[in-house]
């Protein structure tokens, strides 16, 4: 079946401090992969996608990405976080040529140390 | 401001009622996805439209249905509620298939007392 899986349920990182959020998908061909980020109060929002290429994305608010098919993951990073950056993250996939169904994990919670 | 909007933006309701949940899509968009966002299952896709026609079902309960109307616009119904129903309720939208962005709306948080 397919799923996604996010390890970390909660970080906590100090404001300034590097990040880096896992995020791994079961094996299928030709994933599409997704990082949301979800506010509170709001829905999510996309940061940054992975179709083919490149397999270091850039996103929104310097936000980056690496997809590693031979570790069947797409994890996250952001070399400085900023207080602002307190929300849970949400890594999805979809895959091609099976549905259009997005898959998403449960999420990790990011909370931010002054 | 993505687009969507889910109306109404809070419900509260006693079990065995039945409540409409209404999105609108951004506008062109054909696809609206229904997602079901609880604190122990996460965010659970429930099912998806396209143009009119269901084209993907997720684990969406038989007292729950959907549809999507000639003008795009999606309603979800939840009948027979449970306790277990509380819970927040996204709308998202998509122009493409597969979707290469979907949009969300704010949601509409239900309270089942």
């Known amino acids: 079946a397919q799923s996604v899986t996010q390890p970390d349920i909660h970080i906590t990182v100090s404001e300034g401090a590097s990040l880096e959020l896992r995020c791994n998908y079961s094996y299928g061909a030709t994933p599409y992969l997704f990082w949301y980020v979800q506010s509170p109060g709001q829905g999510l929002q996309l940061l940054l996608k992975?179709?083919?290429?490149?397999?270091l994305v850039q996103g929104i608010k310097g936000f980056e990405a690496e997809f590693k098919r031979s570790q069947s993951s797409f994890n996250l990073r952001k070399p400085s976080v900023h207080w602002s950056d307190a929300a849970e993250y949400f890594c999805?996939?979809?895959?091609?040529?099976?549905?259009?169904?997005?898959?998403f994990g449960k999420g990790t919670r990011l909370h931010i140390l002054p | 401001d993505s687009g969507v909007t889910q109306t109404p933006k809070h419900l509260i309701t006693a079990t065995g009622q039945r409540v409409t949940l209404r999105c609108s899509p951004r506008s062109g968009d054909l696809s609206v996805y229904w997602y079901q966002q609880s604190l122990d299952q996460g965010l659970q896709f429930l099912i998806q439209y396209y143009n009119g026609e269901e084209r993907a079902k997720g684990n969406i309960l038989e007292r729950f249905s959907a549809q999507q109307f000639p003008d795009l616009h999606s309603e979800l119904n939840l009948s027979s509620l449970e306790l277990g129903d509380s819970a927040l309720y996204f709308c998202a939208s998509s122009v493409d298939l597969p979707p290469g962005e979907l949009f969300f709306g704010e949601g509409s948080r239900l309270t089942v007392l």
């Open positions: 999805a996939v979809v895959y091609m040529n099976r549905d259009d169904k997005i898959i």
């Open positions: 992975y179709f083919s290429g490149d397999t």
